[in-house]
């Protein structure tokens, strides 16, 4: 069982930064993959950006050069810096954590850009 807990979220104007953080409850070394995805109302949920166990990154088309993924492997957390927030960014962002055998989602945290 993993068990995941997002923070960080909130209101900022278009053109600001925030940063989420991700708790994991065990060690982020046994866990291929690391994921945020986000959901914004009345659409599905979409991937946003992804962190490999042998480190290799992946982000979606709509905020690379603006969002990064990074980890602290001695507190097992999983960040994500999003700067040059637009209003389409907003929705609820979630951490995923993909064993290939199972995955585990925590519960949002909320994002909004205002204009």
């Known amino acids: 069982q993993v068990q995941l807990v997002e923070s960080g979220g909130g209101l900022v104007q278009a053109g600001g930064s925030l940063r989420l953080s991700c708790a994991v409850s065990?060690?982020?070394?046994?866990?291929?993959?690391m994921g945020w995805y986000r959901q914004a109302p009345g659409k599905q949920r979409e991937l946003v950006a992804q962190?490999?166990?042998?480190?290799?990154?992946k982000y979606a088309d709509s905020v690379k050069g603006r969002f990064t993924i990074s980890r602290d492997n001695a507190k097992n957390t999983i960040f994500l810096q999003m700067n040059g927030l637009k209003p389409e960014d907003t929705g609820v962002y979630y951490c995923?954590?993909?064993?290939?055998?199972?995955?585990?989602w925590g519960q949002g945290t909320q994002v909004t850009v205002s204009s």
């Open positions: 995923n954590a993909d064993r290939l055998i199972q995955e585990y």
């Open positions: 065990r060690n982020i070394f046994s866990i291929n993959i």
């Open positions: 962190i490999f166990a042998g480190g290799s990154i």
